[in-house]
């Protein structure tokens, strides 16, 4: 595990969340990053529903929720391909992993 990451990340990791409006979309892109090597694991929540303005309308959605965990060195390949997907502005989102079980981590390292 990187315990020097770059600006204050002490794992070296984290976690991008973004939004999908299939399931077969959201399962392209985490096949897809976890084939590249662009992430560790992909989770791919069943269902949530959305609601968020959108050119001054009110708009609410059913959707898929993205969990990427990956290393924070790899965040601009992963934007690049969640930006591949439908949506004119994606929400991507990436929360730095400041701890967590070591195990897993390091299981998470021999992944990407």
Sequence with gaps: MDKTASNGNPTGWQIIFTNCPTLDNAQRIARALVTEGHAGAVNVL???RSTYKWQGKLHSAQERLVVIK?????YSQIEQRI????????????VPIAAGLEEYLEWLSCQD
């Design 46 to 48: 069943p269902e949530v």
């Design 70 to 74: 990956a290393r924070t060195k790899k």
């Design 83 to 94: 930006r591949a997907h439908p949506y004119e502005l994606p929400a991507i989102v990436a």
